[in-house]
């Protein structure tokens, strides 16, 4: 991913690679004429760019010291190319540089779009089972007013505007329209998105799916409820059939006919959908969609999807979820900690899938166990993905610590043990 903030990247050419370590200016000697490779933490980026410039490189790689890829910026210009790739990815490297000494880079442009973010919050709500997000919006690299211009940003606060401003196009053009109205609008006329696989996402990873103000703004048949979920299955109850009231609304001036299209069938799942019927301008009608649960042929986990409702030549569609008990997954995953962007910090990243009502990170003396402290605690955290960088203030003294990371969500606790060493 390009760093933000940074000159572009001239595609496509082949340049020699350099190992620049950490980005420090000693680090640096080699790097003149070449593209330098250096690793996240310790250094800002742009101390990390800038130290590439005057050191004559080309353009500067800078790989994560965590799992998984990640988006960067700078919050001034630097006058060279600056990529970010993974930690897989910059270990490869770093081996062929190893291994052969001289290493030639080759790069070439490939442009993505419609991808949902590693950092993107997930569903579903747990308990109610309730399907979340609703929608999905741009949100990486975003062009976004800050003092005196503009900076290139992501996250959240990028794509919640998206969709409040498709909904201001929406009620301008449709004053009279209720809240569920829009809600229907945009859930009913997303694209469903795919992954790099070309799979699929998840209902709850993209809900309806991304907005198209276009195809919302046209919209004149509603569902209330935009999305259905079915809840858990509980074996003490032993509920093997559901259903959900739909109320479908057509505003039109004309009379329209409607159809539910099947889903692909799922062992276990047998759909009772309304047969084909008809509104009048400006009718509602309350109908049943029922799901019946063979249980000796359903797997325990989460079952979700599309149901399609025609409406003539245009299709609708509505995300459903479903779950045979509250699947088996760890309460805290995927710990791991580096160096943190600024000098004299740490940043760890770990993943909780369902959340959890109280994390920390416990410090442990490694050769006595005797406690030392909290590294970090938080209660009430969201679920996904959670990222801290904490300074030099908050980190215990030079050394090496037993480290017990747990997280608990009711009343289930999960614990991990690792080895940290503060530098």
């Known amino acids: ?26 680090e640096l000697r ?32 800078i790989y994560n010291n965590t799992k ?8 001034k210009k630097v006058g060279i190319p600056a990529v970010s790739i993974s930690k897989a990815d910059g270990g490869e490297l770093l081996a ?18 419609d991808q949902i973010a590693s950092f993107s919050s997930r569903g579903p709500v747990t308990v109610t089972w309730n399907i979340k997000p609703d929608v999905v919006a741009p949100g990486v690299a975003i062009d976004s007013t800050v003092p005196n211009g503009y900076l290139s940003m992501q996250g959240t606060s990028m794509s919640a505007p998206h969709v409040a ?30 992954d790099e696989q070309g799979e699929y996402y998840r209902t709850f990873e993209q809900g309806g799916g991304r907005i198209q103000v276009d195809k919302a703004v046209k919209a004149d048949t509603f569902f209330y409820p935009s999305s259905l979920s079915f809840g858990m299955y509980q074996k003490a109850k032993g509920n093997d059939e559901h259903s959900r009231k739909l109320v479908i609304h057509n505003s039109s001036q004309k009379t329209k006919y409607y159809s539910f299209k099947i889903p692909v069938r799922e062992e276990g799942l047998t759909w009772k959908l ?28 989460v079952y979700d999807g599309y149901l399609e409702v025609n409406e003539g030549a245009t299709s609708l569609h509505l995300p459903y979820l479903y779950v045979k008990e509250e699947p088996d997954y760890p309460r805290v995953m995927g ?48 679920r996904g993905m959670v990222s801290k960088e904490i300074g030099k203030k908050q980190l ?28």
């Open 1 to 26: 991913h390009p760093i933000e903030g940074t000159k572009a990247w001239n595609f496509p050419f082949t340049e020699e690679i350099v190992d620049g370590r950490d980005g420090e200016e000693n």
């Open 30 to 61: 080699k790097a003149k004429d070449k593209i330098v490779l250096v690793k996240r933490g310790g250094l800002t980026f742009y101390e990390k760019i800038l130290n590439a410039k005057k050191a004559g490189a080309k353009g500067i790689i």
């Open 68 to 75: 998984g890829n990640f988006f960067g910026q700078t919050p």
């Open 96 to 113: 062929m540089l190893k291994r052969d000494g001289k290493v030639q880079v080759k790069s070439y442009f490939q442009k993505t779009s």
């Open 165 to 194: 401003g498709a909904c201001a196009l929406l009620k301008q053009a449709h004053p009279d329209w209720k809240p569920e109205q829009f809600k229907s609008a945009l859930m009913t006329t997303a694209k469903q998105l795919k």
């Open 274 to 301: 309304p047969i084909t019927f008809k509104l009048l301008p400006g009718e509602k009608r309350e109908v049943t969609v029922g799901l019946h649960i063979n249980q000796s042929e359903l797997k325990k986990g």
């Open 335 to 382: 710990f791991e900690i580096g160096m943190g962007d600024h000098k004299d910090s740490l940043r760890y990243e770990m993943y909780l899938p369902g959340g959890a009502d109280e994390m920390g990170i416990a410090l442990y003396d490694a050769d006595n166990y005797r406690f030392i402290g909290f590294l970090d605690a938080s209660k009430k955290v969201h």
């Open 396 to 423: 215990p003294p030079t050394g090496v610590y037993h480290a017990v990371i747990f997280a608990k969500k009711g009343d289930k606790e999960d614990r991990m043990d690792t080895i940290i060493e503060i530098p």
